[in-house]
Structure formats: structure tokens, C-alpha cells
């Protein structure tokens, strides 16, 4: 298969493109770290993968769009693409400063878009491909603290959804909700309930995409954690209905 993969210079995106360097496919990785780079794509290379790395800021719809196209005069097909490539913010409002919640914004939501733009027209014209967009469990919860994080993620999966049902049934949409993995983005985090390895965690990934799932929430604690929010959310839907029918 060919994949291009955002994001692959650490935690997840490193750990699924080794998942799928064992299995000898052709990988485009890209981040914007290229010493990390290298040093990922030396490993793919050894594991039977053919790789080209892209240091990239997926916020710059120029250049990655150039990558793109880079990858796809050296493919026939374009099978996968992964954006996964995503940034972690608290909100800080007491500072009365955007600057960072922006970028979370940016990076999360304007560079997915800018990663799979440029895909679907080639996708149309194959009439095939699959489409992974990383989520999270936030984008079902929205935590105190990580409202901009939250709202990347909802829009990732408004993205997601959305674009399953406008693009025909041979191209495949997937949206992956991590809980907590193991990677740069978690080190400094205290609190991180149900956490998995990086490994296991990119085995999931993998087996979900090759299963073509339309949504993939792991681990599956979170499963019960957002389907009892689901439900929590109705009763209280409810009971305010209710309230408001009696002041009426
Ligand atoms: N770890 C978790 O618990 C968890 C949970 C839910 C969802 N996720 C999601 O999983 C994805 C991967 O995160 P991770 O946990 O593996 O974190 P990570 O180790 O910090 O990896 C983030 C990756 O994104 C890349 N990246 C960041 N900003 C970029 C930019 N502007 N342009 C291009 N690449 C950029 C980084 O590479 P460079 O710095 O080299 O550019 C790095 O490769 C993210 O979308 C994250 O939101 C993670």
C-alpha cells in the first residue's frame, strides 16, 4: 500500500508507521522535525518499507501541498492517509493570550484539512482510498481547561462525518478517538487515566483501519465513558424539557 502519514516524527505517528513498515509498504512520512525523521524512516527502511520523509508544517497549505504531489509522482495509487499530526494545549484563559490556542486550532483542524484537500480529487479518479483522521476522546468531551483542544478535535469529527456521507462509498472515512497513549504529548500530563503504550496503542489503529471502521474510540473504558455521557446527556435533555414545559 501507499500512505502518507502527518505526524510521524513521534508517539502515534512513529508507532503506526512501523506497523505498517513491517508489512513492506510504501510510506511518506511527515513532520517537521526531519533529524527525527530520518532516524524513523532509517528503522521503516530495515523493517521492508520504502519511505520518503516530507519535513513539513501542516499548517502551511503550500508546502504540504508540494509534498503531496511530491508522493504522488512516485506512486501509481494513493491508498491511505493518516492526518494525524496534531498539537496539545491547555487553554491558560487568565492569561488573555489566543496566541497558543490558535495554534492548537490551526494545526488540528486547518492542517487536516490541509493534509486530505489534496487527496480527493486523486481518490475520486481512482474511485478508491481511505481516509484516517486522528480524533480524540475529546472530540466527544470537552474537559475544563482544554476547551481549544476539545473544539479541534469536535471539528475533526464534524469533518469526519461529514465527509463520509458527501464522498462515495469506495473512498473510506475513518476517525480514531485515542484516550491517553504514551507519547510526547502526554509526558507532562499528571492525569491520564487508562493510559496505553504507543506500541499497542498503534496495533488498535492499525487493525481498526484495516477494518475500515468508521469510528475507532480506544481504550474501550472510554467506550462506556462517552456512551454513559450520551446517555447522561439525553436524561438531562429531558428533565430541562420537562422544567420548561411546567414555567410555560
Ligand atoms: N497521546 C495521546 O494521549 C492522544 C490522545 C488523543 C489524541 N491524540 C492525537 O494523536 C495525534 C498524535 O499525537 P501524539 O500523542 O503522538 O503526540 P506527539 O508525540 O506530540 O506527536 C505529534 C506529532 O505531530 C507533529 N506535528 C505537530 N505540529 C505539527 C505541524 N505544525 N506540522 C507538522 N507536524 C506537526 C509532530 O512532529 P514535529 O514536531 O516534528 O512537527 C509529531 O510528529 C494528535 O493528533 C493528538 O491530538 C493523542
Known sequence: MNIYITGASSGIGE???YEYAKKGNHLALCARRKEKLEDIATKCREMGAEVTIYSVDVTDQHSTKESI???????????????NAGLGDLDA?????????NQVIKVNVIGVQNTILPFIPVMLKQDDGHIALVGSVASHIAWAGGGAYAASKFAVRALSESWRKTLPKTIDVTLICPGFVESEM?????????II??????????NALHKKKKMFIFPWQWRIVIAFKGLLDIFMANAVRKMHKKKM
Open 69 to 83: 504531489d511530491d508522493f504522488l509522482s512516485k506512486i501509481t495509487k494513493i491508498d491511505l492517509v493518516i492526518a
Open 197 to 206: 503504550k504507543t506500541d499497542i496503542a498503534a496495533k488498535k489503529i492499525v
Open 93 to 101: 484563559l487568565h492569561k488573555g493570550d489566543p496566541t497558543l490556542i
Open 186 to 194: 502526554t509526558d507532562p500530563v499528571e492525569w491520564t487515566p487508562f
Open 15 to 17: 508507532y503506526v508507521s
